[in-house]
């Protein structure tokens, strides 16, 4: 992993209010100024947002299309991955992610956030589904709740950072 830029996630729905969509385009820009890659599902709404964002700052947008085409990858995405998979390629976009941060969304956005919880891929959540797992304390939330897109991205980079340490990646190895 060393000297490979980090891979944090931004997922939402394809249908957004103006405000996700403005906090979605901050997101991008914002991660593509820290040098992040940005990994989205490549479509419309809050990915396109967020890759538009990110393109604007000078950043790379890996968008995981649900489609066979590259072609329908929006304008703003650098690399399409094309895979065919529909909904299926949820699971892609999570496992890519370092950390996921989720934006607004309908049931698409919450398979994702259930298969990075899952999966342990830190979450955080913008405006979104407020989850608690069954069990927990009433006030544990499954993922991290943040009021704005400066502390969505700050979050986030701060919890990349944290598990690229060497004495993390050594420990996850074992």
């Known amino acids: 992993m060393k000297g490979?830029?980090?891979?944090?996630?931004v997922v939402g729905g394809r249908d957004a209010e103006a405000s996700l969509l403005?906090?979605?385009?901050d997101i991008g820009r914002e991660l593509a100024e820290r040098g992040a890659i940005v990994v989205c599902g490549g479509m419309?709404?809050?990915?396109?947002?967020a890759a538009r964002g990110c393109v604007r700052a000078g950043g790379i947008v890996v968008g995981i299309l649900p489609?066979?085409?590259?072609?329908d990858a929006n304008a703003h995405v650098t690399i399409p991955v094309v895979t065919g998979m529909n909904e299926g390629r949820n699971i892609i976009v999570v496992r890519t992610s370092e950390a996921l941060i989720a934006i607004g969304g309908?049931?698409?956005t919450l398979s994702e956030i259930a298969l990075a919880l899952r999966l342990n891929v830190p979450v955080f959540g913008l405006n979104t589904w407020g989850l608690?797992?069954?069990g927990s304390a009433a006030a544990e939330p499954a993922l991290t709740c943040v009021e704005s897109?400066?502390?969505a991205v700050e979050r986030a980079w701060q919890v990349?950072?944290?598990n690229r340490l060497p004495e993390r990646r050594a420990k996850r190895q074992q």
């Open 160 to 162: 990349v950072q944290a």
């Open 67 to 71: 489609t066979e085409s590259a072609a």
């Open 149 to 151: 897109a400066q502390e």
């Open 132 to 134: 608690r797992q069954p």
């Open 4 to 9: 490979r830029p980090p891979r944090i996630g």
């Open 22 to 25: 403005a906090a979605a385009e």
């Open 106 to 108: 309908s049931y698409g």
């Open 44 to 49: 419309g709404g809050i990915m396109e947002a």
